[in-house]
C-alpha cells in the first residue's frame, strides 16, 4: 500500500520563539532555518513580520537562502499585517502567507467583541486580500479547539472560497482530548464543501501533555500537515514536537503516513535549536532527551546488551545517536559492568566480575553514576587486579 506524504510544517522560528527570554537574533534564525531546510521540513514559518523590524528582516534573510522549503510569514487578519507579510517574502522561492482570526465564542466575545457572522467576514476578506500577493494562503482559525464544529465549518468554507489553500485547525490552548480532536477533523472533512481541494493542518498545544497524541489523531482522520517545532518548544507548556510525530509516523508503518525527514539529522538539530535559544532539554525527552536511548537498570541493560530491541524500539542511529547507553549505576547488575569494562579495555572472567561487581557496588552507592576512570580505580581496588593486568 502507498504511502500517505504528511507535510511537516516547522514554526520553531515562530511560535517556538514565543517561549520567554528566548529570542533569537536574524543569524541565528538563518542557522537554525538552513539545518530545517536540509532535515527536509516542508514548510517553515520564518516569523510575524509585523511584530517587530527585526522579525521582519529575520523573515526577509530566512527566504532568501531557502532552497528546498516553503517559507512562511504569520499575520493576523489585518490588511497592513497582510501587506508586510508579503513584502517580507518578497526572496522566497515558494512563499505562503499565513493569516486567521479567533472562532471561538471566547474570542468572538471577549477578544474581538464581533458576532459569528462578521467574524466569518473579516476571515474572507483577510484570505482574499492575502491572495492578491501570493498564490499559498494558509487560515487559522484561532482556538479552533474550542470552536463548535457546525460555524468552525462555516468559516472553513468561506476561507476556501476567497482562495485558502491550507486551513489550519488549532487547539490553541491544548484543550481536546485526542478523541474530540481527530472528531473534529473528520467532522470538517466530511462537512465542508471544496474540502477536498485544501490542505488539513493540525497545530496543537502541550497544556495537557496531549499536543502529539491530538496531532498523530488529526492526520489518522484525514488531515495532511502537522504544524510543530524542534523539541516541541513553544508558548506555554509549548507545541507538537516535531521529532515525536514524526518517529510515531516512521515506527507505526501501517498507518500508511509518511513524512521527508531526514530523521538522522534529528539529534543534531535538537541540540543547534537548544543551544541557541538556551532551552535546556529534559533528559527523559522522548526521541532528543539525554536519557532517551539510557538504561541503568541491571534488567534493561541485560536485555540491550544481548538485543537492543529488547527495550528500544528506535534504533538510535536513525535519529542520530552514536549509540546506545549504558549508564552504571547502583541499580545495575553484572552483564553491564561487564560491557563497560570491556569498552575499558577489560575482559573479565567470570570469577573476577564476581570479585570486581563487589567492589563496584560500594563505588555506586556512593556515587550517583559510574564513570569510566571510576571503573580503572574499582578494578585496581579489586582483589584480582593484577590477574586481570597480566591477563
Known amino acids: 500500500m502507498s504511502i500517505n506524504n504528511i507535510q511537516i510544517f516547522d514554526t520553531t522560528l515562530r511560535d517556538g520563539e514565543q517561549v520567554p527570554g528566548c529570542k533569537l537574533n536574524t543569524e541565528q534564525k538563518v542557522t537554525i532555518a538552513t539545518q530545517l531546510d536540509e532535515l527536509g521540513v516542508d514548510i517553515i514559518e520564518a516569523g510575524f513580520p509585523v511584530s517587530s523590524p527585526g522579525d521582519f528582516t529575520s523573515v526577509t534573510e530566512v527566504s532568501k537562502i531557502v532552497k528546498n522549503a516553503s517559507v512562511c510569514g504569520l499575520s493576523r487578519a489585518v490588511k497592513n499585517d497582510i501587506k508586510l507579510a508579503a513584502e517580507a517574502l518578497t526572496y522566497a522561492r515558494k512563499p505562503r502567507i499565513h493569516t486567521g482570526i479567533g472562532t471561538s465564542d471566547s474570542h468572538i466575545k471577549h477578544k474581538f467583541k464581533l458576532t459569528r457572522d462578521k467574524i466569518i467576514v473579516r476571515a474572507y476578506e483577510a484570505v482574499r486580500y492575502a491572495k492578491s500577493f501570493v498564490e499559498d494562503i494558509e487560515f487559522y482559525a484561532e482556538d479552533a ?15 476556501i472560497k476567497a482562495g485558502a489553500t ?18 473534529k477533523i473528520k467532522y470538517l472533512k466530511e462537512n465542508v464543501k471544496g474540502i477536498e481541494n485544501v490542505v488539513l493542518s493540525c497545530h496543537c498545544h502541550n497544556d495537557l501533555g496531549l499536543a502529539t497524541a491530538n496531532s498523530i489523531e488529526g492526520v489518522i482522520n484525514g488531515a495532511k500537515q502537522i504544524e510543530c517545532t524542534i523539541n516541541g518548544i513553544g508558548e506555554r507548556a509549548g507545541n507538537t514536537a516535531l521529532e515525536e510525530v514524526v518517529m510515531i509516523l516512521k515506527q507505526h508503518p501501517h498507518l500508511n503516513l509518511g513524512t521527508n525527514i531526514k530523521t538522522e539529522n534529528l539529534f543534531g538539530i535538537s541540540k543547534l535549536v537548544s543551544e541557541h535559544m538556551g532551552i535546556y532539554t529534559q533528559p527523559n525527552k522522548a526521541i532528543v532527551g539525554a536519557n532517551a536511548f539510557s538504561h541503568s537498570s541491571g534488567i534493561h541493560q541485560d536485555g540491550v546488551i544481548k538485543n537492543r ?3 528500544e524500539i528506535i534504533n538510535p542511529k536513525d535519529v542520530g545517536v552514536t549509540e546506545s547507553a549504558i549508564v552504571l549505576t547502583a541499580r545495575s547488575g553484572r552483564a553491564a ?14 570469577l573476577q566480575l564476581d570479585d570486581v561487581y563487589s567492589v563496584f557496588l560500594d563505588f555506586a552507592d ?11 580505580e574499582i578494578i585496581e581496588k579489586s582483589n584480582s587486579y593484577h590477574q586481570i593486568i597480566s591477563a
Not at 474550542?146 to 476561507?159: F, I, K, Q, S
Not at 491550507?166 to 474530540?180: A, F, H, K, M, Q
Not at 556512593?366 to 580503572?376: G, L, P, S, T, Y
Open 166 to 183: 491550507v486551513l489550519n485547525i488549532p487547539d490553541t490552548t491544548g484543550y481536546c482530548l485526542p478523541s474530540e480532536y481527530g472528531e
Open 309 to 311: 530491541e529488547t527495550y
Open 366 to 376: 556512593r556515587k550517583k553514576e559510574i564513570k569510566d576512570n571510576d571503573i580503572h
Open 337 to 350: 559492568l561487564a560491557y563497560r569494562a570491556k569498552k575499558a579495555g577489560y575482559e573479565l572472567t567470570k
Open 145 to 159: 479547539g474550542r470552536t463548535e464544529n457546525y460555524y468552525l465549518a462555516r468559516v472553513c468554507e468561506a476561507a
